[in-house]
């Protein structure tokens, strides 16, 4: 199975790169105002994007699933924006620390909730939290002596450590899924493992990139979703959309659909 800490902070490290890398070509770093407002807002989209396209990596084995980056990134702008505004005007109350302070742990809040769109069942509240400690260590390490980019790339990198950090460490229950390829002979394609946390939202299953469990079919498929999995108390059920069934799912079996087998993880 994928190590998600290691890649949430390789990703976030290089949404950070590519954000310092643009705001030194772009020359934004040479104004106060633009300085804060517009890195602010390159920061949070990047660092957020990137974090949403290692989440559809994760869960689809594909560097092609671009699934929600594009919202993501948007989002990111204005939120990232908003920080910085408020970072640049906090400048003339506090102290110049008080207002960096401000500035990285909001655009790093704005990461983190770039993230919660895609990562099933993360709590915005965790994300946020979780993406503005990473903007605040981030901004403690490049005051120890880095230059800007490798304190935005250590900022994004903290940030999707403590955002991969916070979903494991607050989660209830979660399933390990392990989709099979599909062939007709033999091949060298490898099962692909990696798990999602189970909560208030269903974890929805189908044949589009768009879906949580994103399944392989043998034949044609018409559906594009399939069924969902939910908790209903202390259990954890597939619906399916085709007969409306329901199947609970239980540690003691695993529970196969098409191509992909799921198995229940701890609740309590």
């Known amino acids: 199975m994928i190590n998600k800490k290691g890649l949430f902070a390789a990703g976030a490290g290089i949404g950070g790169a590519v954000s310092a890398i643009l705001a ?29 396209y290692v989440q559809n990596y994760y869960q689809s084995n594909s560097w092609n699933n671009t699934n929600k980056v594009l919202n993501g990134a948007s989002k990111g702008l204005g939120i990232g924006a908003a920080g910085g ?9 506090f102290s110049d620390e008080i207002g960096r302070l401000v500035g990285w742990s909001i655009s790093g809040a704005a990461a983190g909730y770039v993230a919660s769109l895609k990562v099933p069942n993360l709590k915005v509240q965790v994300a946020l939290i979780a993406g503005a400690i990473g903007g605040a260590i981030g901004l403690i390490v490049m005051n120890l002596g880095l230059s800007y980019t490798m304190g935005v790339v250590v900022t994004g990198a903290v940030i999707g450590l403590m955002v991969a950090t916070s979903e494991e460490v607050f989660r209830k229950a979660s399933i390990n899924i392990t989709l099979k390829p599909i062939n007709a002979g033999i091949s060298l ?49 597939f619906n399916s959309s085709i007969d409306n069934k329901k199947v609970e799912i239980t540690h003691e079996k695993t529970f196969s659909v098409e191509n992909c087998e799921i198995r229940l993880q701890a609740i309590t």
């Open 24 to 52: 030194n070509i772009l020359g934004i770093l040479d104004s106060p105002f633009s300085s804060w407002v517009l890195t602010g807002a390159i920061d949070a989209a990047l660092i957020g994007a990137f974090l949403v």
């Open 85 to 93: 505004l408020l970072a640049f005007l906090s400048m003339g109350i």
């Open 189 to 237: 394609v490898k099962p692909h493992n990696f798990n999602l946390t189970l909560g208030a939202d269903p974890i929805s299953v189908g044949f589009t990139d768009d879906m949580d469990i994103n399944l392989t079919s043998e034949g044609i498929t018409v559906q594009k979703q399939i069924g969902s999995i939910t908790v209903e108390g202390d259990n954890v059920f």
